[in-house]
């Protein structure tokens, strides 16, 4: 099995916990959302660097053809955002929740 093989299979495991962690409750929503914020970060990063020359991600085969274009970035942005938004907003939820 190549290293390639072995990082996409393990990028895959980890998206799955950082879905888990934002579903499972308010213990694990500050995590879950800072490391949604990272992932997203890096990948935009990634996605700003191969701006010139758009390319297809290969992340869903033939069925989605995804390129990292302005569209890509955009939605980047706005789910980071929005990761952001629900990392500030949860931490104060956890320390409210834990004094009761």
Same mark, same amino acid.
């Given at each position: #099995?190549?290293?390639?093989?072995?990082?996409?299979?393990?990028l895959?495991?980890f998206?799955?916990?950082?879905g888990? #962690?934002?579903?499972? @409750?308010? *213990?694990?929503?500050?995590?879950?959302?800072?490391?949604?914020?990272?992932?997203?970060?890096?990948?935009?990063?990634v @996605?700003?660097?191969?701006?010139e020359?758009?390319?297809?991600?290969?992340c869903?085969?033939?069925?989605?053809?995804?390129?990292?274009d302005?569209?890509?970035?955009m939605r980047?942005?706005?789910?980071?955002?929005?990761? #952001?938004?629900?990392? *500030?907003?949860s931490? @104060?939820?956890?320390?409210?929740? *834990?004094?009761?």
């Amino acid at each position: #099995m190549s290293i390639s093989r072995v990082l996409i299979v393990a990028l895959c495991f980890f998206e799955l916990l950082i879905g888990a #962690m934002l579903l499972v @409750g308010r *213990k694990y929503l500050p995590l879950g959302s800072f490391l949604s914020s990272v992932v997203l970060l890096v990948f935009t990063f990634v @996605g700003v660097s191969a701006f010139e020359s758009p390319r297809s991600c290969g992340c869903f085969g033939d069925i989605l053809d995804l390129k990292t274009d302005e569209y890509f970035v955009m939605r980047n942005i706005v789910l980071l955002l929005i990761s #952001m938004f629900i990392l *500030k907003f949860s931490t @104060g939820a956890v320390s409210t929740y *834990k004094n009761q």
